[in-house]
């Protein structure tokens, strides 16, 4: 499956009238279980649906005429990005609409994950993933690719081109660093 979305990419690229067709066929179904997978995740994080996700995603990815992902790596890449992208946005219309867009600090904790405020947790997670990109792009899209493109360890592997010990240490890392830059907000 790799390689034909590969090849599907490449056609687009070189201005195969069907080819987009058969490659959104393609990805449609992995698009949709990243998408329910990531709202699964978020519990009452998000009032969008996974349809509503998958559509503004596909939106987003094929918005240009041609496409310029290089392979099936890069197009889930962007893809995890644009599922990112699209829930912040959300989340952040939620907040300017509830609570006159103000800021809250919160404590990433398992014993107060309940509590939060989903759509603040959101905004938050993405300002510390933010600054994590800057100290390690490869720990940020690791974060990426697993909590907002909802992907498994053995996924981000094989999407990153990694073994599955370096995702699972990398992970680690990530989330540590992350709790630390959430924890030192509040």
Known sequence: MA???????????EGDPQALDHLMAEVYAPLQAIARKRL???GRSVTLDTGALVHETYLRLFRSATPLWRDRR???????AAMRQIVVDHARRRAAAKRGGGKVMVELDSSNAAALDPV?????LDEALAHLAQLSPRLAQIVELRYFGGLSVEEVARVL????PTVRRDW????ALLFHALHDAA
């Open 40 to 42: 699964r995740s978020g």
């Open 161 to 164: 081109e990694v073994s599955e």
């Open 120 to 124: 603040v947790e959101i905004l938050a």
């Open 3 to 13: 390689l034909a979305i590969t090849r599907m990419l490449r056609a687009v690229r």
């Open 172 to 175: 680690r890392k990530a989330r």
């Open 74 to 80: 890069h197009f889930y890449c962007v893809a995890a």
